[in-house]
């Protein structure tokens, strides 16, 4: 699989996880330098990140290159999707998703100078994703999603996503118990400790 993508972002390092968990290969097309981002550009009409070239296919979006993956290579020793329970994890990635992508918004506004009291929509960003992982936060059973105990999609998503509002200082996760808890729980897997972001 050639993967374009940083190595900061979420959303390609639950990717990277999962190429990791299932044993296939990849190189990756780091989107942060002039040629990777020309690269991306050339592939994915979006400019966003993760883009995947697999088996000739292109794939824009971590969502479809994760479904191409399991469709390919099944779960291995990850959790599938719990059967009574699916509609529960897809809205629980539906609220991750969300509030990484106004955490990643407002992230980059208030990088430009933006202030969250000047601006409405900006602050509803912010509150936004308060209210996401204050629900999220109400959805663990100690370090995971379900009674089942071994590592899904959901607890992925949410262990990228918390992991970048760490680094990114954007939510104070290290502050919710919970949170800090379930880090610790996942963080020596190898696959996660492997795509730590830099620095
Ligand atoms: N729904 C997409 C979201 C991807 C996304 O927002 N990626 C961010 C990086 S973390 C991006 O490429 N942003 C570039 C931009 O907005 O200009 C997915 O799941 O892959």
């Keep these: 699989m050639k993967l374009f993508g940083s190595y900061t972002s979420p959303y390609v390092r639950r990717v990277r996880i999962l190429a990791m968990e299932r044993d296939i290969p990849f190189e990756m097309i780091d989107s942060a330098t002039e040629s990777g981002q020309r690269e991306l550009r050339a592939h994915n009409p979006l400019w966003k990140v993760p883009a995947a070239e697999i088996d000739g296919v292109e794939l824009w979006d971590s969502h479809s290159i994760i479904q191409f993956?399991?469709?390919?290579?099944?779960?291995?020793?990850?959790?599938?999707?719990?059967?009574?329970?699916?509609?529960?994890?897809?809205?629980?990635i539906t609220v991750i998703d969300g509030a990484l992508d106004s955490a990643i918004n407002a992230f980059y506004y208030e990088k430009d100078g933006a202030k969250p009291s000047e601006i409405l929509?900006?602050?509803?960003?912010?509150?936004?994703?308060?209210?996401?992982?204050?629900?999220?936060?109400?959805?663990?059973?100690?370090?995971?999603?379900?009674?089942?105990?071994?590592?899904?999609?959901?607890?992925?998503?949410?262990?990228?996503?918390?992991?970048?509002?760490?680094f990114r200082k954007t939510y104070p996760v290290s502050e919710i118990p919970v949170f800090a808890e379930f880090l610790e729980a996942h963080q020596l897997r190898n696959s996660i400790a492997e795509t730590s972001p830099p620095g």
Excluded at 76 to 83: A, D, Y
């Design 69 to 92: 993956i399991l469709e390919k290579r099944g779960y291995g020793k990850l959790r599938p999707s719990p059967p009574v329970e699916r509609w529960r994890e897809t809205n629980l």
């Design 121 to 166: 929509y900006l602050n509803k960003q912010k509150l936004r994703v308060k209210a996401a992982m204050e629900f999220l936060s109400s959805e663990l059973n100690g370090p995971w999603f379900t009674p089942d105990k071994n590592l899904g999609l959901s607890e992925i998503y949410l262990y990228t996503a918390l992991d970048w509002m760490r």
